[in-house]
């Protein structure tokens, strides 16, 4: 590695499956634009995976990237990204995820900081990556195979230090909705799984001893003692009664002391340890509520049981949910599905249930391609009965445009649910929703609210999300910085530090990001700058999507149902109140969005980013600002630029 590279090890892996080929390409031909991560892997997506490309073809790429804070310290940063073209999404198209834990960091200790993976083995592989070699092995051990046996399997072979990130059985029998999984219970949804099953590739497994160098050791100390105090909050508090599931404290992931609001361990009643995050902790819980007698105990082995057969929880909430009123309505029956919906709830069906979809057994087939297309399978009935959010990669969560306006322009202009946007304004909403209901249980008072909206999304009325004013800069701003956050690879826990339990003004501060990059990389930066790192990924991205058949405007847009549907409750803030002004609470339960208002906010969106304000195609000039000129010369072949 060259002596004045920081923060990168500066090399990424080529594996080719067809040729059983690993090659290397140099990571800072990528890195000066694009950082890393969601950014340098979607510009490999862009040169390498054409239009025509299917998700399960050779000539897909499955794209693990680290970032440059990887593996140094920074706390929160032992993140990576997948890339490549997803199998969940209808149709199929470029997509991307992100997982947490262990892996990322060991792969940059081993010298590398991504692997690009093309084309598809004859026989079952998988690749090990230890201080700078790289061997495709035999995967004979591991096929057939869950995550956990997998995990022991790996631990035998190459010691117990040994990280990785694996498919289940799902991904084998290339289910759609079959996830990505790491050794810490980290996982991608997305589909790739399933692409990585497509591949004949079990798995990539990683050691090594070396560590990317840093430009200011002493400065990162400092930044990093700032980063935890500014962090340091109250115990999450879980839903699960004690006698069940008790939680037994927070579960971290590589050179990480925050204290994470979505990663937690537990032991249950029956004296297992697990670790659960956020979501998935809630994918069977409502059925096991509502079945007198049932434990606790059942919806935490649900997770574990997704985890192990590597299927998405979110798809498994959205089909579960689905089954439920199906079966209500008189349109399922057992005997067609196999199914023995009378014992909805229990440990039972969901076992058979998960097993059925990622052995593709019966009606597990056609649900193993998705709920969407079950539902083109199935026809116009099937579809009657899915839940408002059923649209794509990641639905599942209640952040609809109808309670947080900003959220239309989020979801319009992303190819999934883009969850860590979304989160940004519903976790500084849900605290401000718990101080209300106890001030001792949260900093964020209506003046707090107010005071870290202003400073983070960059307008003084995005704070108040009963007018559009202000929603569009807030979505360039949190667009920005969330794919500065995916190229540095920053915990979507964590970061933003938007507000403080530990300052006299309990707002944070976001030129943070900026100085720990300086810190590690000795790139100078501040936060304007940071961000304009972003503005030239989305804008990649946005390339991508119009390469691959989105029209701007026509397909700039939302789910039906957030015009149509008022919403009455939100995850977090069940009576779906947010603060007007002074000490005013204001609910927006029984609100939709109006159409005439979200099309306010995409003018300005365009507008915003320099895009013509009329058609929503992106102005040449913009894009050679932005270095990006070469995607001028591609856009204009298909006439989806603006001269």
């Known amino acids: 590695m060259a002596a004045d590279i920081f923060g990168w090890c500066g090399k990424i892996l080529n594996v080719d499956l067809s040729n059983s080929q690993v090659t290397e390409r140099d990571t800072m031909d990528y890195?000066?634009?694009?950082?890393?991560?969601?950014?340098?892997?979607?510009?490999?997506?862009?040169?390498?995976?054409?239009?025509?490309?299917?998700?399960?073809?050779?000539?897909?790429?499955?794209?693990?990237?680290?970032?440059?804070?990887?593996?140094?310290?920074?706390?929160?940063?032992?993140?990576?990204?997948?890339?490549?073209?997803?199998?969940?999404?209808?149709?199929?198209?470029?997509?991307?995820?992100?997982?947490?834990?262990?892996?990322?960091?060991?792969?940059?200790?081993?010298?590398?900081?991504?692997?690009?993976?093309?084309?598809?083995?004859?026989?079952?592989?998988?690749?090990?990556?230890?201080?700078?070699?790289?061997?495709?092995?035999?995967?004979?051990?591991?096929?057939?195979?869950?995550?956990?046996?997998?995990?022991?399997?790996?631990?035998?072979?190459?010691?117990?230090?040994?990280?990785?990130?694996?498919?289940?059985?799902?991904?084998?029998?290339?289910?759609?909705?079959?996830?990505?999984?790491?050794?810490?219970?980290?996982?991608?949804?997305?589909?790739?799984?399933?692409?990585?099953?497509?591949?004949?590739?079990?798995?990539?497994?990683?050691?090594?001893?070396?560590?990317?160098?840093?430009?200011?050791?002493?400065?990162?100390?400092?930044?990093?003692?700032?980063?935890?105090?500014?962090?340091?909050?109250?115990?999450?508090?879980?839903?699960?009664?004690?006698?069940?599931?008790?939680?037994?404290?927070?579960?971290?992931?590589?050179?990480?002391?925050?204290?994470?609001?979505?990663?937690?361990?537990?032991?249950t009643a029956s004296g297992k340890d697990v670790v659960r995050k956020c979501q998935s902790m809630f994918v069977y819980l409502p059925w096991v509520f509502r079945r007198p007698g049932e434990s606790t105990e059942t919806a935490v082995d649900a997770t574990g049981i997704c985890n192990d057969l590597s299927l998405c929880t979110m798809e498994m909430s959205n089909i579960i949910n689905w089954l439920d009123s199906c079966y209500q309505s008189g349109y399922l029956t057992d005997k067609e599905t196999g199914l023995d919906i009378s014992k909805l709830g229990t440990h039972e069906?969901?076992?058979?249930?998960?097993?059925?979809?990622?052995?593709?057994?019966?009606?597990?087939?056609?649900?193993?391609?998705?709920?969407?297309?079950?539902?083109?399978?199935?026809?116009?009935?099937?579809?009657t009965h899915f839940a408002n959010e059923v649209s794509g990669v990641g639905d599942g969560a209640t952040y609809s445009a109808r309670e947080y306006l900003m959220n239309g322009l989020l979801y319009a202009m992303e190819p999934r649910q883009p969850i860590a946007m979304l989160h940004e304004i519903s976790w500084l909403t849900g605290l401000w929703v718990m101080n209300q209901a106890n001030p001792e249980s949260s900093p964020v008072t209506s003046e707090v609210f107010r005071a870290a909206a202003t400073k983070f999304w960059?307008?003084?009325?995005?704070?108040?999300?009963?007018?559009?004013?202000?929603?569009?800069?807030?979505?360039?701003?949190?667009?920005?910085?969330?794919?500065?956050?995916?190229?540095?690879?920053?915990?979507?826990?964590?970061?933003?530090?938007?507000?403080?339990?530990?300052?006299?003004?309990?707002?944070?501060?976001?030129?943070?990001?900026?100085?720990?990059?300086?810190?590690?990389?000795?790139?100078?930066?501040?936060e304007t700058g940071l961000n304009q790192y972003g503005e030239r990924i989305f804008n990649l991205q946005r390339g991508v999507l119009l390469r691959e058949g989105r029209r701007p405007k026509a397909d700039d847009v939302l789910a039906e149902f957030n015009f149509t549907d008022p919403v009455e409750t939100v995850f977090m803030n069940p009576d779906v109140n947010v603060p007007g002004s002074g000490e005013e609470v204001i609910s927006r339960k029984g609100q939709t969005l109006d159409r005439d208002v979200f099309e306010t906010m995409r003018k300005e969106f365009y507008d915003l980013r320099g895009w013509d304000a009329e058609s929503g195609l992106q102005k040449a000039e913009a894009l050679e600002h932005l270095g990006l000129s070469d995607l001028v010369e591609d856009l204009s072949k298909i006439d989806m630029i603006d001269k």
């Open 31 to 267: 890195a000066e634009r694009f950082l890393g991560g969601r950014g340098i892997a979607t510009r490999i997506y862009w040169e390498e995976v054409g239009p025509d490309v299917g998700a399960f073809d050779p000539e897909n790429r499955l794209i693990l990237m680290s970032g440059p804070l990887g593996g140094t310290g920074v706390q929160g940063a032992s993140r990576f990204e997948v890339v490549g073209k997803s199998p969940m999404l209808m149709p199929e198209g470029f997509c991307y995820g992100n997982l947490g834990g262990f892996f990322g960091p060991y792969l940059k200790r081993a010298g590398y900081d991504g692997i690009v993976i093309s084309g598809r083995s004859e026989k079952p592989v998988y690749l090990w990556i230890h201080d700078k070699k790289a061997q495709i092995l035999d995967a004979s051990l591991l096929w057939g195979k869950g995550v956990y046996a997998i995990r022991n399997t790996l631990k035998e072979m190459h010691g117990k230090n040994v990280r990785f990130v694996t498919t289940g059985v799902a991904g084998e029998n290339m289910c759609r909705n079959a996830n990505l999984m790491t050794d810490n219970e980290g996982s991608a949804t997305g589909g790739f799984g399933a692409v990585m099953g497509s591949k004949n590739l079990k798995a990539v497994a990683v050691l090594g001893t070396g560590r990317p160098v840093v430009a200011n050791p002493a400065e990162l100390k400092e930044l990093n003692q700032l980063t935890i105090h500014l962090n340091k909050r109250d115990p999450l508090q879980v839903p699960f009664p004690e006698e069940q599931v008790r939680r037994t404290g927070k579960s971290s992931c590589y050179q990480c002391g925050l204290d994470c609001k979505y990663r937690n361990s537990f032991r």
């Open 349 to 383: 069906f969901f076992e058979n249930l998960a097993n059925m979809i990622a052995h593709r057994q019966g009606f597990g087939d056609i649900l193993a391609e998705g709920l969407l297309r079950a539902g083109e399978k199935l026809g116009h009935e099937a579809k």
């Open 458 to 526: 960059g307008n003084e009325k995005a704070w108040d999300l009963n007018t559009h004013e202000g929603k569009a800069r807030a979505a360039v701003n949190i667009m920005d910085r969330t794919y500065v956050k995916d190229s540095l690879l920053l915990c979507d826990s964590s970061w933003p530090i938007m507000v403080s339990w530990n300052t006299q003004d309990h707002v944070g501060d976001p030129s943070l990001e900026s100085r720990i990059f300086f810190a590690v990389t000795g790139i100078e930066t501040d």
